[in-house]
């Protein structure tokens, strides 16, 4: 009896240290989690009053029809490419502070060196820009001329120039609202009223609103200074930096139907002022291409404007203007190659120049003769475009597939993007260089 008393003794006290044991695990895991979910106490932060939350904002564009207006488009983030760049430019008092022209996105702005943009012109009347320009001598003046000046059949048209006085925050429409299409943009440097613009006209038919254009009065009124038939427009203009009055501007005749393209003519060319576009010069001889003439891009050397750039689309564009250069195939010029060194096997012999082809011409006598540096231009129908080096006349920029640049005065270019076949944000080549870069 004394046996079985003492079994049954040792049984509970067996039971109540495994009980004892289960529990004490079961505390200190509890324990464990609370101390790794729940963090240190700290010194309690004073409460916020609770704020009222912000309004939605009105959505842009926004339809004011009862079916649409329950229609709201929201962004979702990126999803594609970004598409044509028709324009970069910067203060050159302040570089940090950047416009960029879209050729269907509008105009956006950097004020931080390009870290972040924002849409300026989301609620004006057009999505499509040619040319943005700052004024020299007043930064918070800046011009858009809407309209891209390409040449595609996706191409979208404008609805005229606009002008701001609070450095992008509003913009009023200027005028010129037939125009469609308006290339460049150049504001004297001295008085900010009196501006030059280069209109390109419709594409896809003749229009009288087109050659350049002139204001002195801020853009209330304007003149045609230059105007050579109704399927002639202006695609470049350059400002001689020593002379307000001294202008290149660069004529091109075009026409975009259904079934393809047809880009260049007797009306495309090269023209001179010297007295502020009163009277204009074309420039024939003295070394330039003879002939049918396409697409030209021109620019004057800023630190000796002795110097003219022109790059030069010698025939014209047939056909529908969109055929790409094939793999393996041959290259629509000599240069630039997308390697960074020549190919072993490249000819140490240079291929010889050929005026009848496309290509670079300089003058060093403000545009009394030329001589031609290089046959570099690709595809001149997308690009021809060309820009010096303000501090450096030697160094030259080029558009097309590969953005190139050249330092021996435009003999010799290399590409600044080796390795990429195709690049969607140099589609129209316009860089906007100034003296600070």
């Not at 979910?37 to 309004?55: D, E």
């Not at 260049?264 to 291409?289: F, H, M, N, Q, Y």
């Not at 203007?321 to 010029?333: D, F, I, K, V, Y």
């Amino acid at each position: 009896m004394k046996e079985w008393s003492r079994s049954v003794y040792d049984l509970g006290l067996l039971c109540v240290i495994i009980i004892a044991v289960a529990f004490a695990g079961i505390t200190v895991h509890s324990q464990n989690q609370t101390a790794t979910q729940t963090p240190a106490p700290g010194p309690v932060a004073a409460q916020s009053p609770r704020t009222t939350p912000s309004p939605t904002p009105t959505p842009i564009n926004w339809s004011t029809d009862p079916m649409l207006k329950r229609f709201v488009f929201r962004s979702i983030g990126p999803a594609s490419m970004g598409g044509r760049i028709d324009d970069i430019t910067a203060v050159e008092q302040n570089p940090y502070i950047i416009y960029v022209a879209f050729a269907t996105n509008g105009v956006w702005k950097s004020t931080n060196n390009g870290t972040t943009f924002t849409p300026i012109f989301d609620t004006y009347g057009t999505h499509s820009i040619g040319d943005v320009a700052i004024a020299p001598s007043d930064p918070n003046i800046v011009w858009v001329g809407t309209g891209e000046a390409n040449n595609r059949q996706s191409s979208s048209f404008g609805d005229g120039i606009y002008k701001s006085t609070d450095a992008g925050k509003t913009f009023t429409k200027m005028g010129l609202e037939d125009s469609q299409t308006i290339a460049r943009i150049v504001i004297d440097p001295k008085d900010p009223n009196i501006v030059y613009v280069a209109v390109l006209g419709h594409l896809f038919g003749p229009n009288k609103e087109r050659g350049i254009y002139k204001t002195t009065d801020g853009g209330k009124n304007w003149q045609n200074v230059k105007f050579i038939d109704e399927d002639t427009g202006f695609t470049d203009l350059a400002m001689d930096a020593s002379d307000s009055k001294v202008l290149y501007a660069a004529s091109y005749q075009r026409r975009r139907t259904s079934f393809g393209f047809n880009g260049g003519g007797p009306g495309s060319g090269i023209w001179k002022t010297v007295d502020a576009g009163k009277t204009w010069k074309r420039l024939e001889g003295g070394g330039l291409p003879e002939g049918l003439l396409g697409r030209i891009g021109v620019d004057v050397s800023r630190s000796n404007p002795n110097v003219v750039y022109a790059q030069m689309e010698v025939g014209a564009s047939v056909g529908t203007g969109g055929e790409e250069p094939t793999a393996g195939g041959p290259a629509p010029s000599p240069s630039p190659s997308p390697s960074a060194s020549p190919s072993p096997a490249a000819s140490p012999t240079p291929t010889p120049l050929d005026p009848k082809k496309s290509g670079v011409w300089r003058s060093d006598d403000k545009g009394k003769t030329w001589r031609i540096v290089s046959n570099e231009n690709n595809r001149p129908m997308y690009y021809s475009q060309i820009r010096v080096d303000p501090k450096n006349p030697e160094t030259v920029y080029v558009g097309g597939l590969n953005f190139s640049k050249s330092t021996d005065g435009g003999k010799t270019f290399k590409s600044l993007q080796p390795g990429i076949a195709h690049s969607e944000t140099t589609r129209s080549g316009s860089i906007r260089t100034t003296a600070t870069t």
